[in-house]
């Protein structure tokens, strides 16, 4: 069964320091995976794709890690702000179906709290 | 901004009403989709249209019915709708064949 599964939940921590978000999959066969980060009461929006060759991919303070062997991923959050306080979803995406939404297997979430 | 936008952001109706949601881009995407995201639950696709062509219906209810008059706007017309679909609607655009969703703001929608 195509699924994907995050860790933990939920996250509080204080502001400046770093956190590790875990991404799980079980989706086959595999095209990509992305992270979003979706403020409350907001939409979610991309923050990095990882694909099956890239092992580790950096945006600012975000950095994504892929190991397609043991089919996890992580987002890292290095000098968290408060403005880092979201959900974060992973989302992975199957090969060959054309690119259809309708593949795309959501995972429930990160829900991150930064605190001063 | 992501460049869709949904309206309204918020709407309460009761079990007997008759809404529509709003999505609108104009980001040159030529697919649009429907998801709901409830508490607690990944998002849901619920519909997918491709160049104005509806290709994906996910077993949603017949009182959940979509029109997409252009690549532009996709509506979601409501109707005798549950209390259990409460929940925040999102819509989102792309390109065909991109992986990668924009997604509006979503619509908070409270069924009493």
């Known amino acids: 069964k195509n699924q994907v599964e995050q860790s933990p939940q939920s996250l509080i921590i204080l502001e400046g320091k770093n956190c590790t978000l875990q991404?799980?999959?079980?989706?086959?066969?595999?095209?990509?995976l992305r992270w979003y980060k979706q403020d409350t009461g907001r939409g979610p929006v991309s923050l990095t794709i990882?694909?099956?060759?890239?092992n580790t991919k950096s945006n600012g303070r975000y950095t994504a890690t892929l190991d397609a062997d043991t089919k996890q991923s992580s987002l890292h959050i290095t000098a968290s702000q408060l403005s880092d306080s979201a959900s974060y979803i992973c989302v992975v995406s199957r090969m060959n179906y054309g690119g259809s939404q309708g593949n795309l297997i959501f995972g429930k979430g990160t829900k991150l709290s930064v605190k001063p | 901004e992501t460049g869709v936008t949904q309206t309204p952001r918020h709407l309460v109706m009761g079990m007997t009403n008759k809404k529509s949601l709003k999505c609108e881009q104009h980001?040159?995407?030529?697919?649009m989709y429907w998801y709901k995201q409830s508490a607690k639950k990944p998002l849901e696709l619920m519909f997918v249209?491709?160049?104005?062509?509806?290709?994906e219906n996910n077993s949603v209810p017949s009182r959940f019915s979509p029109e997409c008059p252009n690549s532009s706007h996709l509506f979601l017309h409501l109707h005798t709708l549950q209390p259990e679909d409460s929940a925040l609607y999102l819509c989102a655009s792309s390109r065909q064949g991109d992986t990668e969703a924009f997604f509006g703001q979503g619509t908070r929608l409270t069924v009493v």
């Open positions: 991404c799980n999959y079980t989706v086959s066969p595999f095209s990509n």
């Open positions: 990882m694909t099956f060759s890239e």
């Open positions: 249209y491709s160049l104005e062509e509806r290709v």
């Open positions: 980001l040159g995407h030529n697919a």
